[in-house]
């Protein structure tokens, strides 16, 4: 199982980025998905997650009304399109995968550890 992580770079304050993560080994429908990001010297934490089953997301509070997760189920590939960018979005984000439960435990890390993660991509928001 392989995810492929990409799309980050250098943005201007308010800029605009789309991240990808491309899977392969598994079908991304099946799973539940995420986006973590992690900020310089901080723990990782979960910003935006969707369901394997209806589509229904969950996002973290910091990054509501500006991060969409969305997944291509054909293109086996779930974005974060993240627009209105600051400078504390900055860091690494990584993507990941969890077999059983919510989107909203998998963000959150409740229940048993995402099954794969992808490695980072990393977003730089210049103020």
């Known amino acids: 199982v392989q995810l492929q992580a990409s799309g980050g770079g250098l943005v201007q304050f308010g800029g605009s980025l789309r991240l990808s993560c491309a899977a392969s080994?598994?079908?991304?429908?099946?799973?539940?998905i995420g986006w973590f990001h992690q900020a310089p010297g901080k723990e990782r934490l979960g910003v935006s997650c969707?369901?394997?089953?209806?589509?229904?997301?969950y996002g973290a509070g910091s990054v509501k009304g500006r991060f969409t997760i969305s997944r291509d189920n054909v293109k086996n590939t779930v974005y974060l399109q993240m627009n209105n960018l600051k400078p504390e979005d900055t860091g690494d984000y990584y993507c990941?995968?969890?077999?059983?439960?919510?989107?909203?435990?998998?963000?959150?890390?409740?229940?048993?550890?995402?099954?794969?993660w992808g490695q980072g991509t990393l977003v730089t928001v210049s103020s």
């Open positions: 990941a995968v969890k077999l059983f439960g919510t989107p909203e435990a998998l963000c959150m890390g409740l229940g048993p550890a995402a099954d794969y």
């Open positions: 080994g598994i079908a991304v429908d099946d799973y539940s």
């Open positions: 969707i369901s394997s089953s209806d589509g229904s997301t």
